[in-house]
């Protein structure tokens, strides 16, 4: 929407979106944690089933009498054949592959399964305010001028003209306030992003101006006018956010812009906390929008003015109290926290690089689904944990029988193909129980 002129300092492989890219394609091969573990499990298991089948094939030679060689043949080959670890190999990924699915019926894209098995365990939840909590529409509701201000009509095409370089939310908003009254758009020479606290730019006539937050009109030793700071202050109390437009020496006007609350927000962040999860708010706007904002959604612990960096610092923080933290967010300043973060949720509106970066991503903006996500993590981790635990005793109790230690009690003997049989039983069995994920209620 703009122009810009920019320094490559790295490119093609070496560059931060595509080490972003890498590690996203790396992660979507990865396996669950605990699929890690049951392929070394299945890795010892073998050639102690192998190991089972011989000794069997040993003792039954030895002591069992005429029928020696037929009885050790059949249970040795029914030990190898009830002990096949099919069972144990698809209880993992059968229900890794229906949470994922069922998570796609319900507006949850997830990337690789680690995140999936992990989410049970987040007790933190970070959010982002513009565009998570709220709807990311930012609009205009008021511009106040400076007293006995001339020029107004200059001034107003020199901000569209600035903010018109700017691809920031709140920017969009001027831009089409300022478009709704007709404005043309004056020249500029140079334009300059300030991260995290506005732009700066200089006019055809040399005079610099700046937009951003107060931080910047203080950093930059521009003076406010005391009606203009008390109007401010008043609009910040009322959620909205507030920007500062001056040259060199004075502020020239301030604009509120409110950004509507998700209707859904407040109740999705009451369930987290119901489930006894701590619910963070950070945003780079002003303590007293963000003390707004949180109050009416809910919430108790906040932060406003973080840069992007901090935000990342903010996840580490956290995590060395030991907490697992889920970060939400939707613009590339909240790439760097994403990646930081236990599980990384990005909401399907936002930009590119959150998406990649995320290990979930929301298609709707409904925060209803992050609950959503965590008891579905919750559901698969049980149905992994169910298909385990029978697999296991499938095997614990069918080995013994086929090697024949019912034969001196009874004189059964677990014929081959009914071995197969049972075998083939405890694998339906396993996916059966995964595919009951996609009857739970989320």
Same mark, same amino acid.
């Not at 507006?107 to 997830?110: K, V």
């Not at 909590?133 to 107003?156: A, F, R």
């Not at 920031?168 to 020249?187: C, D, G, R, T």
């Given at each position: 929407k703009g122009s810009f002129t920019f320094v490559a300092k790295e490119v093609g492989g070496a560059t931060l979106l595509a080490q972003i890219i890498r590690m996203v394609?790396?992660?979507?091969?990865?396996?669950a944690p605990v699929q890690q573990l049951v392929d070394k499990v299945a890795g010892v298991f073998v050639p102690i089933v192998i190991a089972i089948s011989i000794i069997t094939f040993i003792i039954w030679m030895l002591l069992g009498g005429e029928d020696a060689f037929s009885h050790a043949l059949l249970t040795s080959v029914a030990v190898l054949v009830i002990a096949c670890p099919c069972a144990l190999g698809l209880a993992t990924p059968t229900a890794i592959m229906v949470g994922i699915g069922r998570g796609a019926e319900n507006?949850?894209?997830?990337k690789d399964a680690e995140s999936l098995e992990l989410g049970y365990k987040v007790n933190a939840v970070i959010l @982002?305010? *513009?565009? *998570?909590? +709220?709807?990311?529409? %930012? $609009? &205009? +509701? @008021?511009?106040?001028?400076? @007293?006995?201000?001339?020029?107004?009509?200059?001034?107003?095409? =020199?901000?569209?003209a600035i903010e018109a370089q700017?691809?920031? %939310? /709140?920017?969009?908003? &001027? &831009?089409?306030? $300022?478009?709704?009254?007709?404005?043309?758009?004056?020249?500029?020479?140079s334009f300059e992003s300030i991260t995290g606290k506005g732009v700066k730019a200089q006019s055809e006539k040399g005079s610099k101006y700046y937009v951003g937050n107060h931080k910047l009109m203080v950093e930059k030793d521009i003076q406010i006018d005391a009606t203009l700071m008390q109007t401010a202050e008043s609009l910040e109390e009322k959620a909205k956010t507030v920007i500062f437009f001056g040259n060199e020496h004075q502020v020239?006007?301030? /604009?509120?812009?409110a950004d509507k609350i998700k209707e859904t927000s407040k109740k999705a962040i009451a369930m987290l906390q119901e489930r006894g999860i701590e619910v963070y708010m950070l945003t780079g706007d002003n303590n007293k929008t963000a003390s707004a904002v949180a109050k009416q959604v809910g919430i108790t612990n906040y932060q406003g003015e973080v840069m992007p960096s901090d935000k990342a610092t903010f996840v580490e923080k956290l995590q060395a109290d030991g907490k697992i933290v889920a970060m939400v967010g939707d613009g590339i300043n909240d790439s760097h926290a994403l990646a930081q973060a236990n599980v990384s949720i990005a909401m399907g509106k936002g930009s590119d690089i959150a998406m990649d970066v995320a290990k979930m +991503?929301? =298609? +709707?903006?409904? $925060?209803?689904?992050? %609950?959503?996500?965590?008891?579905?993590?919750?559901?698969?981790? $049980?149905?992994?944990?169910?298909? /385990?635990?029978?697999?296991?005793?499938?095997?614990i109790l069918g080995i013994p029988i086929a090697a024949g230690v019912l034969y001196p009690v009874n004189g059964f003997l677990l014929d %081959?193909?009914?071995?197969?049989?049972a075998m083939a039983f405890s694998s339906v069995s396993v996916v059966a129980n995964s595919l009951r994920l996609k009857r739970v209620k989320l």
């Open positions: 394609q790396e992660a979507q091969g990865s396996k507006n949850i894209l997830i @982002d305010k *513009t565009g *998570t909590i +709220t709807e990311g529409k %930012p $609009l &205009v +509701t @008021d511009i106040l001028w400076k @007293d006995k201000l001339q020029n107004q009509k200059e001034y107003k095409e =020199i901000l569209l700017s691809e920031h %939310p /709140l920017a969009e908003a &001027v &831009v089409n306030h $300022l478009k709704e009254e007709n404005i043309e758009q004056a020249e500029i020479t020239l006007a301030i /604009l509120a812009i +991503t929301l =298609i +709707t903006s409904d $925060l209803q689904s992050i %609950p959503k996500a965590l008891e579905l993590s919750k559901r698969t981790v $049980l149905g992994i944990r169910q298909n /385990l635990f029978w697999a296991f005793i499938y095997n %081959p193909m009914i071995a197969g049989a």
